[in-house]
């Protein structure tokens, strides 16, 4: 007899594998160790979750929906776990949080955190009906830089910056998720203070720091 919660672990890890190129039932096992267990592959094929021939494992449409609402889950819970609630092992909350919650409560997440577009890791969070719908049923917590006044302190969540200058600026000004910065002035530049130094930004690029207000 199988557990779903075991099931949906193979499920994540062949996602993970596909992300990183793809993968076979002897990677799978090889990633997973005592984990991996064959009595998931077989159930979640009979399911019309995975597709198996040989070596070869790959999701059916209804297996990789079903996976992509799991990794959807885990990634946003890491960054609640982290980020709002301040809980450093994150990993082991999300884990448990990715089982407990519907799509609605996911969703609600999601824009509670501002619809961030990568997890801790920098892996890519699925995208939601929220976030293509733009909703905004529950307020966000998470803000644009532009919207801090000056004095302000925000902790950045993500980072939404796609231009490689941008992404060049704010990495050499050790502007990362974690980040505490403390707004000095918003004209006619903006300038943060990161801790170890002041740093000059535009409007465009502090728009796309995104960053939790603490005060």
Not at 1 to 28: A, F, P, Q, V
Not at 50 to 69: H, I, K, N, S
Not at 105 to 126: E, Q, S, Y
Request: charge should be negative.
């Amino acid at each position: 007899m199988t557990d779903t919660r075991n099931e949906d672990e193979h499920l994540e890890r062949i996602w993970r594998m596909e992300e990183e190129g793809g993968g076979s039932l002897t990677l799978l096992r090889t990633h997973m160790g005592k984990d991996y267990d064959p009595l998931d592959i077989e159930s979640l094929s009979r399911q019309g979750c995975l597709e198996v021939r040989g070596d070869e494992v790959a999701f059916t449409d209804p297996g990789r929906e079903r996976a992509r609402r799991l990794i959807r889950a885990h990634r946003l819970a890491e960054l609640l776990v982290r980020d709002i609630l301040g809980v450093p092992d994150f990993e082991a909350g999300a884990c448990e949080l990715e089982h407990l919650a519907d799509t609605k409560v996911v969703d609600g997440i999601c824009t509670l955190l501002g619809h961030p577009a990568c997890c801790p890791h920098g892996l890519p969070i699925p995208r939601g009906d929220c976030c293509r719908a733009g909703a905004r049923e529950v307020t966000s917590v998470v803000v644009p830089l532009t919207e801090l006044e000056p004095g302000k302190v925000g902790r950045v969540v993500f980072l939404e910056a796609s231009d490689e200058r941008e992404i060049r600026l704010l990495g050499t000004s050790q502007i990362r998720p974690g980040t505490e910065l403390r707004v000095r002035q918003r004209r006619p530049c903006y300038v943060v203070d990161t801790g170890t130094a002041a740093v000059a930004l535009d409007e465009a690029v502090a728009a796309t720091v995104k960053v939790l207000p603490l005060g």
